[in-house]
């Protein structure tokens, strides 16, 4: 099993009451959820932050779509580029 730490978080009275009826009705525990949902939104957020530096760096390098792939993206939607 993997170790782990303690962390101290607040959380406003409904949220905390929301947390409690999840961790019933999916028999998980509070620290389970939190950690999960911890877990889950530093995935994501580390993932954005990924693709935004990848962006960034083809757009230091000028690597754009041409306007020919704009254009036709913007027709295989039916959408009007112009």
């Known amino acids: 099993m993997s170790q782990s730490t303690t962390m101290t978080i607040r959380l406003d009275p409904e949220l905390k009451a929301r947390l409690d009826k999840?961790?019933?009705?999916?028999?998980?525990?509070?620290?389970?959820?939190?950690?999960e949902a911890v877990r889950e939104f530093i995935e994501l957020n580390e993932w954005q932050v990924n693709e935004i530096?990848?962006?960034?760096?083809e757009?230091?390098?000028?690597d754009f779509a041409s306007n020919q792939e704009v254009q036709a993206a913007f027709n295989k939607w039916g959408v009007n580029g112009d």
Request: aromatic share 4%.
């Open 53 to 57: 530096k990848t962006a960034i760096k």
């Open 22 to 35: 999840l961790s019933t009705a999916t028999q998980r525990s509070k620290s389970f959820l939190a950690a």
């Open 59 to 62: 757009a230091d390098t000028g």
